[in-house]
C-alpha cells in the first residue's frame, strides 16, 4: 500500500486511484454518466461564489463541529454510500465506517455494498447510516430494514433518485456487468492491476469467493430468476409505510426542488440531501449547490438540509454551509482516497478536508462554523 506522503488535495487521490484499480473499476468510481455534464456542473457551480475574507479578527480559538440530529460532530461531514467500496478495496465499507467514526462523523452504508451490515456496524463501529434501494418486492425490502434496525442503524437513508435502472455507457465499454462479462479486453485490464487483485480481490477469493450484494432486497423477474431489479412504481404513497416501519431518523437523498422537499417533510422525514448522485443518474440536473438555497427557503425551518455533489475542497463544504445546508455529504472524495491509499488513505482524506475547513474560517474571520451564513457568500464577479 502506498504512503500517503504524495496526497496533499483531495484531486491528488484521483491519479493514485487511477493507478490502482483496474479502468473498469476506475471509471466507475470517477466517472459519471452520459457526457457528465451534471458532475462537472456540480463542480462549477462552487467556483461562481466568493467567500467574504476579513481581516486582524482574532482567530486563535476555532470550531468547525456541527451539532447534527442532538448529536455534537466534530466536523460538518457525513460519508455518502458508494456501492463499490468494498471492491475498490477489501472490506473497504469497514474501513470507511471505521475512519468515520474516528474523526467524529457519520458514515453512510450503501444498499449494493459487498460486505454484510451487520459486519460493518461491529467493526466499523461510530454512527453508521443504512442507504436503501427499494425493490419491487417490498416485503424482503422491510426485510433488510429490520436488519439495519436491529444492527444498529442510526439513520435510513431512502435514496429517491434512482429508481430507474439505466446502464452506463462506460461500464457496458468496459464489460463491468450484472452478471460479469469476462472479455479479452476486460481481461487485460485486470491482468495488469496485480495489486488490485492481489490485495482486494485475492482476499476475497481465500474467504469464499467474490461477495455478491448481501444487502439489496433482489426481486424476480419475467422468467423466476432473482435479479437486482429498481422499482419504477414506488411513490410518494409508499411512504406512510417506511415511515411507520423505521423509528429511527429517516432521510430522503436526492431532492431537488422546493416542491419534492415540501413533500418529504409532509411525508415526516427528518431530513433531505440535496443530491444528484454525483451526477450518476441524470446529466440535465442542476447543480447541487443551485438547488439549495430555494430549498432551505422551503424547509430548512422544518428538517435538516444536507447538501453533496462536488465538494473537493474545504472551501466548498463552508460555501455549502453558508447557502444554508446543515451538513456536507461526500462521496468520490473519500471513495477514491481509499482505492488510492487504502485505510489511510481515508483519514488522510478527511484529514486534509478538516484542515481547509479551519483555515477557510480562519479567512473568513468567524470562529465557529455553525455561525456561517449568507452574509460572508456572494456571486462571483462575471
Ligand atoms: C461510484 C459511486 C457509487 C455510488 N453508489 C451509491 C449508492 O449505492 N447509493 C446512493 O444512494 N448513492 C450512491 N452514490 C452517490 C453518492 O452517495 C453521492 O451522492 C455522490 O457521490 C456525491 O457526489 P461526489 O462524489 O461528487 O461527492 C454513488 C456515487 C459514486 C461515485
Given at each position: 500500500m502506498?504512503?500517503?506522503?504524495s496526497y496533499?488535495?483531495?484531486d ?7 493507478r ?10 470517477a ?9 462537472r ?13 476579513r ?30 467500496a468494498?471492491?475498490?478495496?477489501y472490506?473497504?465499507?469497514v474501513?470507511l465506517?471505521?475512519q468515520?467514526?474516528?474523526?467524529g462523523i ?34 424482503r ?5 429490520r436488519?439495519?434496525?436491529t444492527?444498529?442503524?442510526e439513520a435510513?437513508v ?12 462506460r ?41 455478491g ?22 411513490n410518494?404513497?409508499?411512504l406512510?409505510e ?23 417533510a409532509?411525508?415526516?422525514?427528518d ?6 448522485h454525483?451526477?450518476?443518474v ?37 460555501t ?10 461526500i462521496g468520490r ?34 470562529p465557529e ?10 456571486r462571483?464577479?462575471?
Open positions: 502506498r504512503s500517503t506522503d496533499f488535495c483531495i491528488d487521490f484521483v491519479a493514485g486511484a487511477r490502482y484499480l483496474p479502468r473498469m473499476m476506475f471509471d466507475f468510481a466517472g459519471a454518466v452520459f457526457d457528465d455534464v451534471t458532475f456542473r456540480n463542480r462549477s457551480a462552487f467556483q461562481r461564489y466568493i467567500l467574504k475574507q481581516v486582524l479578527v482574532d482567530m486563535s480559538t476555532r470550531d468547525i463541529g456541527i451539532d447534527l440530529f442532538g448529536k455534537r460532530r466534530d466536523l460538518p461531514l457525513i460519508i455518502a454510500p458508494t456501492g463499490p468494498g471492491m475498490v478495496r472490506k473497504g465499507e474501513a465506517a471505521r468515520a467514526a474516528a474523526t457519520p458514515f453512510t452504508l450503501s444498499s449494493a455494498s459487498s460486505t454484510p451490515l451487520e459486519e460493518v456496524a461491529r467493526d466499523g463501529g461510530g454512527d453508521c447510516w443504512f442507504q436503501l434501494y427499494v425493490s419491487p418486492d417490498l416485503p425490502s422491510y426485510e433488510v430494514v436488519r439495519a434496525e444492527a444498529g442503524y435510513l431512502l435514496t429517491v433518485d434512482s429508481n430507474f435502472g439505466h446502464a452506463r455507457e461500464d457496458l465499454k468496459n464489460g463491468l456487468t450484472i452478471p460479469y462479462g469476462l472479455n479479452r479486453r476486460n481481461a487485460f485490464d485486470l491482468l495488469s492491476h496485480p495489486g488490485w487483485l492481489t490485495t482486494t480481490v485475492l482476499p476475497y477469493l481465500m474467504r469464499g469467493g467474490i461477495p450484494f448481501p444487502n439489496f432486497a433482489t426481486a424476480r423477474d419475467d422468467q423466476g430468476n432473482e435479479r437486482f431489479l429498481k422499482f419504477p412504481g414506488f410518494w404513497s409508499h406512510d417506511l415511515r411507520s416501519a423505521w423509528p429511527r431518523k429517516l432521510i430522503l437523498k436526492g431532492i431537488l426542488t422546493p416542491e419534492d422537499a415540501r413533500r418529504a409532509d411525508a415526516g422525514a431530513a433531505i440531501i440535496v443530491s444528484n454525483g451526477g450518476n441524470f446529466d440535465a440536473a442542476p447543480a447541487t449547490l443551485d438547488a439549495l438555497p430555494t430549498i432551505v427557503e422551503a424547509v430548512g425551518d422544518r428538517m435538516t438540509v444536507i447538501v453533496d455533489g462536488g465538494v473537493r475542497r474545504g472551501s466548498d463544504v463552508v455549502a454551509m453558508a447557502l444554508g445546508a446543515d451538513a456536507v455529504m472524495a473519500t471513495l477514491l482516497a481509499l482505492a488510492a491509499a487504502g485505510e489511510p488513505g481515508v483519514k488522510c482524506a478527511l484529514d486534509i478536508l478538516r484542515g481547509e475547513i479551519d483555515h477557510t474560517l480562519a479567512m473568513i474571520g468567524q462554523l455553525a455561525r456561517v451564513d449568507d452574509s460572508i457568500v456572494s462571483a464577479p462575471a
